[in-house]
């Protein structure tokens, strides 16, 4: 009876523990399975790998991502192991990137240092700060934030507002709170969620909230066919009074809406190269002999130069 107990208790424990030994893997597997992104990552791909490294439930990918974005990821040629080790030369000493055991040294030729540019280095360094904001060290939330401030794309609003729900340092919350509303100015997806973020500063003329406020005032010039409907617009501008016909017939060209525009001295040769019999194209000219001054051409006076023009 004992024995039967014994055994159905195994057997329990086995259904239950199963599941997570077959979810469980090693931060290294991972990483040879994504050993070519890795070894040469791409700004268009690094986010995917990050994704990929997370979903795949691995211990240490936050602290892999750091020393990857610091360029302390090293990759043994011989068999395509990966260790950490110090951004340096000659003999590096190796640490197990699953056990942070130190496992040797070995010289850099047999080596591949993995150095991901700076545009990689950029989109690491943003995923990282989503799990320095809930680190269990006040410290490294505060590093976080710092990031944030100087500098935070839309992609961080979210992982921001999940961790205001759990911080417990007072001014940390107050700080986290602040920077969201801020991002929220710039990056909420809807109009009343951004106008209300801009009511939570009223009265309040701190520096980060003029610099939130400040791209909602700027304007930019554009032009369309038909005027959008999905735009802000500011007002419209009328040709010869708003906004001078050359510069307005520029703008039009660059947006394809009209030909380029032809520079007077273009025209000018194009009318004396097609000039026959005193027309153009069936159009009568009309001859001037203008005299070049001997300040502005440096020419005597006695110098002529004859000129087309189209009459009126």
């Known amino acids: 009876m004992r024995f039967l107990i014994f055994c159905l208790l195994s057997a329990c424990f086995m259904i239950v523990a199963a599941p997570t030994k077959a979810t469980t893997q090693g931060l290294q597997t991972v990483l040879k399975e994504n050993s070519k992104d890795i070894e040469k990552p791409s700004r268009r791909k690094v986010a995917v790998v990050i994704d990929t490294l997370f979903a795949s439930g691995a211990d240490g990918v936050p602290a892999f991502l750091k020393r990857w974005r610091d360029k302390e990821v090293w990759l043994r040629k011989e068999d395509g192991v990966f260790f950490f080790g ?5 003999d590096i000493e190796l ?17 591949k240092q993995v150095k991901p540019n700076s545009g990689v280095r950029a989109v690491i360094g943003a995923a990282l700060v989503r799990f320095q ?32 729900e759990t911080e417990t340092d007072p001014d940390l919350k107050a700080r ?21 973020a801009i009511r939570y500063f009223e009265d309040d003329l701190g520096i980060d909230v003029r610099a939130a406020l400040n791209p909602l005032l700027a304007t ?69 002999l203008i ?6 051409c440096r020419v005597s006076a006695r110098w002529l130069l004859m000129c087309a023009s189209v009459p009126g």
Do not use: C
């Open 95 to 111: 640490t197990d990137i699953d056990t942070g055991q130190t496992v040797g040294s070995a010289s850099s030729r047999d080596l």
């Open 86 to 90: 110090p951004d340096a030369r000659g």
């Open 291 to 296: 005299f070049f001054s001997k300040a502005t």
């Open 133 to 164: 904001l809930s680190d269990s060290d006040p410290t490294v939330r505060a590093t976080a934030l710092d990031t944030l401030e100087r500098d935070a794309d839309a992609t961080q609003l979210q992982p921001l507002r999940s961790s205001i």
């Open 176 to 196: 986290k709170e602040r920077l969201e509303r801020l991002l929220t100015i710039s990056f909420g997806e809807t109009a009343p969620e951004r106008i209300e």
């Open 220 to 288: 930019t010039r554009a032009v369309a066919a038909d005027l959008p409907s999905d735009t802000n617009i500011a007002r419209t501008l009328r040709v010869g009074d708003d906004i001078e016909r050359h510069a307005a017939h520029v703008q039009l060209a660059e947006a394809g809406l009209a030909p380029a525009p032809i520079e007077v001295s273009d025209r000018n040769a194009a009318l004396a190269e097609n000039a026959s019999d005193g027309q153009v194209a069936g159009i009568a000219l009309s001859w001037r």
